[in-house]
């Protein structure tokens, strides 16, 4: 029987939850990066 460590697992959670994070912070940064430039243009 095969035993995972608490450990492992939370450290899976934990990384995928920050590389969620990170793929949200990029995508409203482009965001925020198109209105300011649609801004800029007006």
Do not use: P
Not at 14 to 40: F, P, Q, Y
């Amino acid at each position: 029987m095969i035993m995972i460590r608490e450990e492992e697992v939370l450290l899976g959670i934990w990384s995928s939850a920050v590389r969620n994070l990170g793929n949200e912070v990029r995508a409203s940064s482009s965001k925020i990066t198109i209105v300011l430039c649609k801004a800029a243009m007006q």
